[in-house]
């Protein structure tokens, strides 16, 4: 084997070399974007803030697109190769379809929990401006977090990844490695979010499989985590979000309730995304995305 196939497999640089430097490109452009922000003199934003995710996750998302944008450059691809939509596609059918999936599957867990005595609601939380105010923050933020993290790990991240060890393996690997970055991350952190993320990350990588577009996850995405977050005023990482909608408390076992990380981590989440998984199989039965030179 001569040093040249070490690198290339015939057709263009192999994609273990291509992951790699995408990575290395991700992080040294995260690390700059990050020392820049320690010097914009910004406000401190406490707890769950709308704000602060603002901030953090739109920079993740220009972070990730710069990234992919070279390395497409020099692969000589379009970013929809990817898996990234067209702007003009972002907000079409399969965004609002994959809102649909992302507002349904919350509403399912939290009926569910609710039935079983973990779900109480005491009120509305705002009035007014503020519960306008808020909405508005929460819905921008979410659709942030939404798109930053889709295309920083479901585009250029997952395309690769399968171009080198298979579509199904890749995805099994992102999902378990995705729910891992959960655990290892976020505070109060057990077994039950590492798994419910695990199987919400199967969800998607599904959907973007047989849809072809990142557009469903994101507004999948999007749609899930707001309706948690601020509709129904679930914690997540021990806190409840500044601005929720409701006055809501979880009382009983954490099993029900997801205790302090939220009703993502309620055993209920793992059975309704399962289901869901199902489901979106038969709604959606094409295989899509990704597509290489190869084939």
Known sequence: MGIRT???NGRELRPGWRLLIFIVLFLGLGRGLRFLLEHANLPDYHGLNAMDLIISEGGTLLVSLVATAIMAHFERRALAIYGIPRLRDLFGRLF???AVWGAAMPSAIILLI???GGY????LNLHGVEMLKFASLWLFANLLIGMGEEITFRGYFLYTLSDGIGFW???LFNAIGFGALHYYTKPYERWEDWVAVSLITIFITLAQRRTGSL???IGMHAAFD???IYVYSGRNGGDFAVGRLLNA???GSIRITGGMLGPEASWFCFLVTIVAIIALHFRYRQAKWPVFARD
């Open 169 to 171: 393996a890749a995805a």
């Open 215 to 217: 557009a469903f996850s």
């Open 226 to 228: 707001f309706m948690f």
């Open 249 to 251: 408390e979880f009382p």
């Open 114 to 116: 609710f039935l079983a």
């Open 96 to 98: 609002w379809a994959g």
């Open 6 to 8: 070490i690198f290339y």
């Open 120 to 123: 109480r609601v005491h009120g």
